[in-house]
Nanobody, 117 residues
């Protein structure tokens, strides 16, 4: 079992920056990939960015060049640095981890990010 606690969401103006954090606890040694997803009102949850334990990253096309995912395995924490945000980035952001060998995925409770124009 892995528990995830997110922080850092809030209200930001278009063009501004925000950093999200997510700290894992529990069976942290089973964690492989850590990442962020988001869900806007009326839309499906979508991948924002993921980072493997080996350091490989994947970003949604809509955030490439603006968002950066990083992780500190010593702190069991993953971060999402969001720059040059725009109103289309408004959503609930969810932290997720994939575990090995079970392949189970765990989710955080979500944190609201609202970008004002």
């Amino acid at each position: 079992q892995v528990r995830l606690v997110e922080s850092g969401g809030g209200l930001v103006q278009a063009g501004g920056s925000l950093t999200l954090s997510c700290t894992a606890s529990g069976n942290i040694f089973s964690i492989s990939t850590m990442g962020w997803y988001r869900q806007a009102p009326g839309k499906q949850r979508e991948l924002v960015a993921i980072r493997t334990r080996g350091g490989s990253t994947t970003y949604a096309d809509s955030v490439k060049g603006r968002f950066t995912i990083s992780r500190d395995d010593a702190k069991s924490t993953v971060y999402l640095q969001m720059n040059s945000v725009n109103p289309e980035d408004t959503a609930v952001y969810y932290c997720s981890v994939d575990t090995f060998p079970s392949g189970a995925r765990y989710w955080g409770q979500g944190t609201q990010v609202t970008v004002s124009s």
